[in-house]
């Protein structure tokens, strides 16, 4: 079954970010169907780096009924002929405009009013679960209704994928900063929802100078909200180059590339805090007056600090007391959740998992120029014997494929992903699950030049955040020089196979080790790096 579909992601910026892997779980759920992005204003810039995976729609009104009337919006959205939307927030006004627009399958949560605009009522939404969960549920109970394939955790954790351009300006930000984002610690002072969700800022001021007297360095982030608070933190610590703001001079995207790169996080139950968590970055979050049980960060490099006092979670914006839930939070309590998450300042920083990053075509499949039929799919010799030994001593298996066909308009991303479920399916057969694909999709003489296009290394960068993995511990296996080469930038060892073009390559790489299969690749360096 194919067709399109409508997501209305939601509204607040950690919503919208713990409903990414719903999202990304919906794209391999149903590969043959194409996917459209609706968002307000404050969210949508955060699939930005999504576009060609996803058709991102223009933003909504950040007001509903100022700007676009609901009716124009629907009419609109007729022109693209939807089949289906998937509406994750639950407010009244995201139900009326697909009902205006007529699509014939609206899935939701339900409410009393919004029942109506819904042809597939939700109900059980609550603030006893995770509302990550309940998201993946969401998305679960459409594409059950789609005929498609399951929806289940994503591989990715908790971490939004980045552009390897977005990864690269961040880089290049450190590098000019004169900080070290391996000794930073970030602090998220704000929260747009209230007073209760903010720890005092006289804490977060002190919590700075200890950090600042143990080495640490100091990046505040937040939105335009926080820009004149953080800028006067700065300016009252007077701790010189290590320690400044970014507070309004990042957008979303450009906070999740470079949070990627810090030691650790502290923020309140806010934006910052998801951001973090899709950044693959240790978080401590603190929470007041909502319940982490709902909205509070997950996986193993986490901590969350809540009093749950008689009163809280209350979830109110204000509070007639002095925020007590928030008051019994002291300085040292959240130094210590830090320290457990972080090490010492100058101890080596976690490292990620071992991994295997191959090419695609000549490495694992049979060369087929330009392959745009599944059909013609299939795998070398001793590539899944070797994939699976890979698998079986724990390494992270990752796909980074130059697919130019896309860029020459000899194939879509539609028709990629279905070449790429054949594949899936056939290393299925032989009990192999790939941990993730990467693909560029450009060519310097039909799109210009790009940052992910093997030989340079931005597919690789963007693995090795998506995924949690250590260059250091990982190889990039594949035919060409452009391979071999986009390993070394990437900082990976690289490895020579004699399949494909491996053998007119081999001749110009004498230095790179070379194997007629992927089983004896994997013969030779797992023994040799237990």
């Not at 991994?355 to 490495?363: E, N, S």
């Amino acid at each position: 079954m194919s067709g399109r579909l409508l997501v209305r992601m939601p509204n607040w910026i950690g919503d919208a970010v713990m409903a990414t892997p719903a999202l990304l779980g919906l794209e391999r759920a149903l590969p043959e169907w194409k996917i459209a992005i609706q968002a307000i204003p404050r969210t949508w810039s955060l699939w930005e780096g999504l576009v060609g995976r996803f058709e991102l729609l223009p933003p909504l009104p950040a007001v509903p009924g100022r700007g676009r009337t609901p009716v124009r919006i629907a009419r609109e959205l007729r022109r693209h002929r939807f089949d289906a939307a998937l509406l994750f927030p639950p407010s009244f006004s995201s139900a009326v405009v697909p009902a205006l627009a007529g699509i014939p399958i609206r899935v939701g949560w339900a409410s009393e009013l919004r029942r109506v605009l819904l042809t597939d009522p939700v109900s059980g939404r609550t603030r006893e679960r995770h509302l990550r969960t309940q998201y993946l549920e969401l998305a679960a109970r459409l594409a059950r209704k789609l005929e498609g394939g399951a929806v289940g955790a994503a591989p990715e954790g908790t971490r939004v994928p980045l552009t390897a351009e977005e990864l690269e300006r961040a880089h290049r930000w450190w590098e000019e900063s004169g900080m070290d984002p391996a000794r930073t610690i970030a602090l998220a002072p704000g929260a747009t929802y209230g007073e209760t969700k903010r720890w005092p800022v006289p804490r977060y001021r002190e919590l700075a100078r200890l950090l600042l007297d143990e080495g640490w360095e100091i990046l505040w982030v937040g939105g335009r909200e926080e820009t004149e608070l953080a800028h006067g933190l700065v300016a009252e610590l007077d701790a010189g180059p290590c320690c400044r703001s970014v507070a309004g001079a990042w957008g979303l995207r450009e906070t999740l590339a470079g949070l990627s790169a810090v030691r650790g996080v502290v923020s309140n139950d806010s934006g910052a805090l998801h951001l973090a968590q899709a950044a693959g970055v240790p978080v401590v979050g603190i929470f007041g007056s909502t319940s982490p049980a709902w909205t509070g960060p997950v996986g193993e490099t986490q901590a969350v600090l809540y009093d749950g006092i008689a009163c809280s979670p209350c979830f109110a914006r204000t509070c007639p007391t002095e925020i007590e839930c928030l008051g019994g939070i002291g300085v040292e309590r959240v130094r210590s959740a830090l320290a457990r998450l972080t090490g010492p300042v100058f101890d080596a920083p976690r490292r990620g998992r071992p991994a295997i990053l191959l090419d695609r075509d000549g490495t694992i499949l049979t060369a087929v120029p330009y392959l745009n039929d599944p059909g013609q799919v299939s795998l070398l010799p001793g590539a899944a014997a070797g994939l699976r030994a890979f698998q079986e001593a724990g390494y992270a298996l990752v796909v980074v494929t130059n697919q130019s066909a896309i860029a020459r308009g000899m194939l879509d991303h539609t028709g990629l992903r279905i070449i790429h479920q054949r594949m899936e399916a056939l290393l299925a057969e032989e009990g192999i699950v790939l941990t993730g694909i990467e693909v560029c999709p450009h060519h310097p003489e039909f799109t210009g030049a790009c940052a992910c296009r093997k030989p340079a290394p931005g597919m690789l960068r963007r693995a090795i955040h998506r995924f949690g993995l250590d260059p250091g511990a990982s190889w990039m296996i594949g035919d060409s020089p452009s391979d071999l080469e986009a390993g070394r930038r990437g900082g990976l060892r690289p490895i020579l196979v004699r399949t494909g073009y491996g053998r007119e390559t081999e001749p110009s790489e004498p230095d790179v080790p070379a194997f007629d299969t992927l089983l004896e690749v994997a013969a030779s360096v797992i023994p040799a790096h237990k």
